[in-house]
């Protein structure tokens, strides 16, 4: 049955009444009774983007009030989403990083300001046959410096080739060349081989990344092969008002599996936990920028290293 211009009004002003509370029902009530009158009053409206489409008719102020409760309850939803998840996961970098946050733990430790880079490429072998679409390549090169940026810590390579088991998860194998600058003597080279699994995938927290490595690990200063098992959690989170740019949070755990002649001892090696902000610029280029704490467990002095964390990603 067709509604009245006077009896629009009246569900108007009942729909203002409860627009400031817009309890979660709201909206899904309130945008298929504004449809409902969308012949009388001469609209359009996209269900999908909560917007309107055209207005048509004189009762402009009639939609007026119902146009911000779309907005308002587009808004709502968004925030009922995101935060809960963004504490969700700021609250995984912060756990993880509390079996170091007492003072006990701190008594005895040594700090430093660090800067880190991170270039990494990768893509898949489809360019070169379209059978080859699921083998993937990867190529990584990480200058690390301390002293605020002032000294030469690190350079690390790491080519690998992977091969996509599914749309979601991907077998890798690679090799490492390690360069470390001591602040005392000579530098140092380590080789590494390495595999890893990774699973990547949307989850109601955002884009979620698991990522499990196995390294072999020789050091020039030595002889024996030391063996590190590495586990990361990573969320890549849009903000709803700039999809482009997002909040990235990670941590990673480190163990030695055996204990070598050239200092790695077995059990816990280090953990490292990052907070920060991703722009994807093209569908090829993505940057990311934060904070990065490094907590390293030593024989002596345990280590807590401060880093801004640098990382530019091409995808081909």
């Known amino acids: 049955m067709p509604i009245s211009v006077a009896e629009s009004r009246g569900a108007m002003r009942e729909r203002r009444d409860v627009q400031d509370s817009a309890p979660k029902d709201v909206c899904d009530k309130v945008l298929p009774a504004i449809s409902s009158n969308a012949g009388l009053m001469g609209v359009i409206i996209d269900h999908e983007h909560r917007t309107l489409l055209r ?95 002032k000294e030469m810590d690190q350079l690390l390579i790491r080519p690998g080739i992977g ?92 163990v030695h599996l055996n204990t070598t002649d050239w200092g790695a001892r077995q059990g816990f090696d280090q953990n490292r936990g990052f907070a920060g902000l991703g722009y994807r610029w093209t569908p090829q280029i993505l940057t990311e920028v934060g904070y990065l704490n490094q907590y390293i467990n030593t024989a002596n002095t345990d280590r807590m290293n401060h880093i801004l964390s640098l990382n530019l990603f091409l995808d081909f």
């Open 55 to 149: 207005q048509s008719s004189p009762t402009k102020g009639i939609l007026m009030m119902p146009m911000q409760m779309i907005y308002h309850c587009s808004i709502m939803r968004s925030a009922r989403s995101f935060f809960p998840s963004l504490y969700l996961v700021i609250a995984m970098v912060v756990c993880s990083l509390m079996p170091f946050a007492s003072p006990t733990a701190w008594a005895d430790d040594a700090d430093d300001f660090r800067l880190w880079g991170n270039v990494t490429a990768r893509g898949n072998f489809g360019i070169i046959d379209s059978d080859l679409k699921r083998w993937r390549w990867w190529m990584e090169v990480q200058p690390r410096s301390r002293e605020s940026g």
């Open 163 to 254: 091969y996509a088991l599914t749309d979601h998860s991907t077998v890798w194998i690679g090799y490492a060349h390690v360069t470390n600058y001591p602040a005392v003597g000579d530098e140092i080279v380590e080789n590494r081989l390495w595999q890893q699994y990774t699973w990547s995938g949307p989850t109601f927290l955002g884009a979620f990344t698991s990522r499990t490595r196995f390294e072999q690990r020789w050091q020039e200063n030595g002889d024996d092969t030391g063996g590190r098992f590495r586990q990361m959690f990573k969320f890549n989170w849009p903000f709803w008002f700039h999809p482009a740019a997002s909040f990235v949070a990670w941590d990673e755990m480190f």
